[in-house]
């Protein structure tokens, strides 16, 4: 599946999903809820990582490995006329945006890049929501990667978590977010023993939702984030359940002319 974030933004909200800094040795918080996923007794019993009653047990038996994680790609839209129909297409601003992100994607699908340990990576689906913007970004994207199968999901629609005060018509949708959320983030099945590569062409507020689900940050901190359309925010989710945030609204592979927002 293909999900659809850069800069220096990446690094603050990593370390705020790690937990404390310096000397301690804890990948964690204290506060971090391990269980986010409710699938934590899923996990191997010789888990490197364990929660229990308010401490952390390290099992340190050597035939354990982190074996495998879920990469996510989480695709923001392209940019699409304005207008008062649900039905909005594309401009042909949001053609070429949706292009160049075909064409990154297709570039990390194909080899090593700059990185000599780098492995070319096979996505599996591009899972988009039926909405027009997010479907033909998605056909563009897939004439990129024409060998990756194209799925269409109503969860991944459009919907904000809090009431924003410049729109105050545009009412919250909690549990349509949560639903997509539980459907498609979670950590890697114990039988899974490679990495798998994921893509998903949505919306700025469900990507902003799940980035704060899945970082457990305040879900305020949804209105402080701002994505470029078509830009990529990547997250990997490891078989322990810890995840991490690779990319927020990566867009620096596109012009500076062709950078617009929502």
Same mark, same amino acid.
């Given at each position: 599946?293909? =999900? $659809?974030?850069?800069?220096?933004?990446?690094? /603050?909200?990593?370390? *705020?999903?790690?937990?404390?800094?310096?000397?301690?040795?804890?990948?964690?918080?204290?506060?971090?809820?391990?269980?986010?996923?409710?699938?934590?007794?899923? $996990?191997?019993?010789?888990?490197?990582?364990? &929660? +229990?009653?308010?401490?952390?047990?390290?099992?340190?038996?050597?035939? &354990?490995?982190?074996?495998? #994680?879920?990469? =996510?790609?989480? =695709?923001?839209? $392209? #940019?699409?006329?304005?207008?008062?129909?649900?039905?909005?297409?594309?401009? $042909?601003?949001?053609?070429?945006?949706?292009?160049? +992100?075909?064409?990154?994607?297709?570039?990390?699908?194909?080899?090593?890049?700059?990185?000599? !340990?780098?492995?070319? =990576?096979?996505?599996?689906?591009?899972? &988009?929501?039926?909405?027009?913007?997010?479907?033909?970004?998605?056909?563009?994207?897939? !004439?990129?990667?024409?060998?990756?199968?194209?799925?269409?999901?109503?969860?991944?629609?459009?919907?904000?978590?809090?009431?924003?005060?410049?729109?105050?018509?545009?009412?919250?949708? /909690?549990?349509?977010?949560?639903?997509?959320?539980?459907?498609?983030?979670?950590?890697?099945?114990?039988?899974?023993?490679?990495?798998? &590569?994921?893509?998903?062409?949505?919306?700025?507020?469900?990507?902003?939702?799940? *980035?704060?689900?899945?970082?457990?940050?305040?879900?305020?901190?949804?209105?402080?984030?701002?994505?470029?359309?078509?830009? *990529?925010?990547?997250? *990997?989710?490891?078989?322990?359940? #810890?995840?991490?945030?690779?990319?927020?609204?990566?867009?620096?592979?596109?012009?500076?002319?062709?950078?617009?927002?929502?």
């Amino acid at each position: 599946a293909v =999900i $659809a974030a850069g800069g220096s933004a990446v690094a /603050l909200f990593a370390a *705020v999903s790690v937990g404390k800094s310096g000397g301690d040795s804890k990948p964690l918080s204290a506060d971090w809820d391990c269980n986010w996923d409710s699938r934590a007794s899923l $996990a191997k019993q010789s888990g490197v990582r364990r &929660y +229990t009653e308010d401490k952390y047990e390290y099992h340190r038996k050597e035939d &354990y490995k982190n074996k495998s #994680n879920r990469h =996510i790609f989480l =695709i923001q839209h $392209a #940019n699409h006329k304005t207008c008062t129909s649900s039905d909005k297409k594309l401009t $042909a601003e949001g053609y070429e945006q949706a292009d160049l +992100t075909g064409k990154r994607l297709a570039k990390l699908s194909k080899g090593p890049g700059m990185a000599k !340990k780098r492995r070319a =990576i096979q996505f599996k689906h591009i899972i &988009y929501s039926p909405q027009t913007t997010t479907r033909e970004t998605a056909e563009r994207i897939s !004439k990129h990667l024409p060998s990756v199968t194209m799925l269409s999901c109503d969860s991944l629609n459009e919907g904000p978590p809090i009431q924003t005060s410049q729109d105050p018509d545009w009412k919250p949708d /909690l549990d349509h977010l949560e639903t997509a959320f539980r459907k498609y983030i979670y950590r890697p099945d114990p039988e899974q023993a490679e990495d798998t &590569y994921e893509t998903m062409v949505c919306h700025a507020d469900l990507i902003r939702y799940i *980035v704060c689900k899945s970082l457990q940050l305040p879900l305020k901190a949804w209105s402080r984030m701002s994505l470029y359309h078509s830009s *990529v925010t990547k997250l *990997v989710v490891q078989q322990d359940g #810890n995840v991490r945030l690779k990319m927020l609204g990566d867009a620096g592979f596109m012009p500076h002319n062709l950078l617009t927002k929502p």
